[in-house]
């Protein structure tokens, strides 16, 4: 027979919490075992792989729903399919990183400006916010 884990140990050994778990049990995203009467539930081991596998997911951006699609992909027929959702996720981070750069430009030009300010009663950052 498999190692069995109480929730507590689940926890633990895929280094999340608690609640962490019950969240991903109520998205769907990890089967709650039945409890036996009057005992504790309990976990294969194959579900601290599963937890460990969303964490990591979730590491690289993908949202809970993009994880509850990769869990669905079967391993050995879903390169492609899993390749394309991984493609797109990339695009999105590298949108993400243009438009940070974008504003991280604007507001050290605006942090400069206030710098450069001759102590003035206008702030050009507030000024800038306020703008119509």
Known sequence: ??????????????????????????????????????GQRRYAMEQAKRLRFIKRAQALGFTLSEVGGLLRLDAGCACAETQA??????????????DLAAMQKVLAGLVQQ??????????????????D
């Open 85 to 98: 959702l991984a493609a797109r996720k990339l695009a999105l981070i590298e949108q993400k990183i243009t």
């Open 114 to 131: 206030c710098g450069d300010g001759n102590g003035g009663a206008s702030c050009p950052i507030i000024d800038v916010l306020t703008k």
């Open 1 to 38: 027979m498999a190692a069995e884990l109480t929730i507590g140990k689940l926890a633990a050994s895929a280094g999340v919490n608690v609640e962490t778990i019950r969240y991903h049990q109520r998205r769907g995203l990890l089967d709650e075992p039945a409890r036996p009467q009057g």
